[in-house]
């Protein structure tokens, strides 16, 4: 098991489960080397989002950026960020942020351990371009397949003007960056030394395949976890899954919000550790986390 460093607040959620309340780039420099075996992560795409100036207007309904989408069929919608307004110096900063990132979890990670983070079709370019430079190779991508309220809208206040113009796609799926440490050898000896290097298959007969039908996270859900971008556990369960191919090991998500990345690993039997350094989502996953377990899903 992980010895944590350092005197931040932590929580044992379960005897396979630990929430440390932590800014991950300073508190993955803590970490011994190779004591990870994978990451299954859903970082702040854009970073702003998820900064004190915006967060601040997030819980305060004052937008920044993050907007409500137009409702079409009368639901409420919760509020989503907008990444179209990212300044180019944003950007870079994203690009570094990723990097930094990217390189604690190299360190951290054993050789053969896989990194599943999530990103969004505007972004992910500058993000896994990111890793590959902090020296990750890529291994491919998994594409969620879920219908979104992003793009799709006709130019603001001419609507009637060019009603069969839109500014851009309407969104109907996420990428999922799936990455790897590199190590010497073949996968049988580095599957034999550290228990990684592979995918676990689906089945013996089916491998994990790269596109995932999967919709929104559900209402229900997201009154057991109301965090504002909560993942699915029937989604994530999947990933947290493949990401260890003996199912032996731990996995670490270092931006873990609600706790639903190690809330899948537990419904899984899998060992798992979490940072976030917002105490409200800490919180929120001492509740939270028992309740994602115990959800039923269909499928793995
Ligand atoms: C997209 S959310 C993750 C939500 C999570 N997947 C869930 O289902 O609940 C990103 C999280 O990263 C956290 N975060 C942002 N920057 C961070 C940092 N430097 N260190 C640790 N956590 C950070 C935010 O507080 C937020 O909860």
Request: charge should be positive; hydrophobic fraction near 35%.
């Amino acid at each position: 098991m992980v010895r944590a460093q350092g005197g931040q607040p932590r929580r044992h959620l379960s005897e396979a489960a630990t929430y440390v309340l932590a800014d991950s780039l300073e508190w993955l420099d803590g970490l011994p080397s190779n004591s990870i075996h994978a990451v299954v992560t859903d970082p702040p795409y854009g970073i702003v989002e998820y900064e004190t100036k915006n967060h601040r207007k997030l819980r305060a309904g004052r937008g920044g950026v993050w907007r409500i989408p137009p409702s079409f069929d009368g639901a409420n919608r919760g509020p989503l960020p907008r990444f179209t307004v990212l300044s180019p110096q944003e950007i870079s900063n994203l690009h570094h942020f990723f990097e930094t990132v990217g390189r604690g979890m190299l360190r951290v990670l054993v050789p053969g351990g896989h990194v599943f983070i999530a990103s969004n079709p505007l972004l992910s370019t500058t993000t896994f371009h990111a890793l590959q430079s902090s020296g990750f190779e890529k291994r491919g991508e998994i594409i969620r397949l879920v219908q979104t309220l992003r793009g799709g809208f006709k130019p603001k206040g001419a609507e009637d003007e060019f009603p069969e113009v839109s500014a851009m796609p309407r969104s109907c799926w996420e990428p999922w960056g799936i990455f790897r440490k590199p190590f010497p050898g073949t996968i049988a000896d580095n599957l034999r030394r550290w228990g990684s290097g592979g995918l676990r298959r689906t089945s013996t007969e089916e491998p994990l395949k790269d596109v995932i039908v999967c919709s929104p996270t559900r209402g229900a859900e997201k009154e057991l976890a109301p965090h504002p971008s909560l993942k699915p556990q029937r989604f994530l369960r999947r990933m947290v899954r493949a990401a260890l191919p003996l199912g032996i090991g731990i996995v670490l998500d270092p931006f873990a919000g609600s706790g639903s990345t190690l809330a899948a690993a537990q419904a899984i039997g899998y060992t798992s550790l979490g940072i976030d350094r917002d105490p409200e989502y800490f919180a929120m996953a001492g509740t939270a986390f028992p309740k994602l377990v115990a959800l039923q899903v269909r499928g793995r």
